[in-house]
């Protein structure tokens, strides 16, 4: 039984090297085009994200919703859009396409909202 409490709290411990936090992060801008996450804000007023977080920045796969109406579904990289990802437009339209350092990166498909 020792053994076993043991081996749990080592798994419980070293569990954070392993796998990366699930959560929700705002956006606030810090200056042109530079931008903090921080795990408060305003939903009806901050880009909100959820999805994985590391080092307190979005990386990996999740989800950023403007409170304007779009949204970008897709990997994200040191907080930034970066990888296969789809932006929504406020209109229905979408944009799907690689993203770099938050830029557009290569030939991408724009749909209308209804679809073509």
């Known amino acids: 039984m020792r053994y076993f409490l043991l081996l749990i709290s ?9 796998f990366q936090e699930i959560g929700i992060l705002y956006r ?9 996450w921080k795990h408060y804000g305003n939903q009806e007023t901050d880009p909100k994200f959820m999805g994985e977080i590391k ?14 109406g779009f949204m970008y579904n897709g990997k994200f990289r040191e907080g ?28 991408g498909i724009y749909r209308s909202s209804n679809g073509n």
């Not at 080592?10 to 392993?18: D, N, V, W």
């Not at 606030?28 to 903090?36: N, V």
């Not at 930034?80 to 030939?107: A, H, I, M, P």
């Open 80 to 107: 930034k859009w970066d990888g296969n990802g789809t932006f929504y437009y406020s209109n229905g339209r979408k944009y799907v396409d690689e993203w770099k350092d938050g830029l557009r990166y290569g030939q």
């Open 28 to 36: 606030f801008s810090a200056g042109d085009k530079i931008f903090e």
């Open 55 to 68: 080092d307190g920045s979005p990386e990996g796969f999740g989800i950023e919703i403007n409170p304007d």
């Open 10 to 18: 080592l798994i419980l411990l070293t569990s954070t090297l392993f």
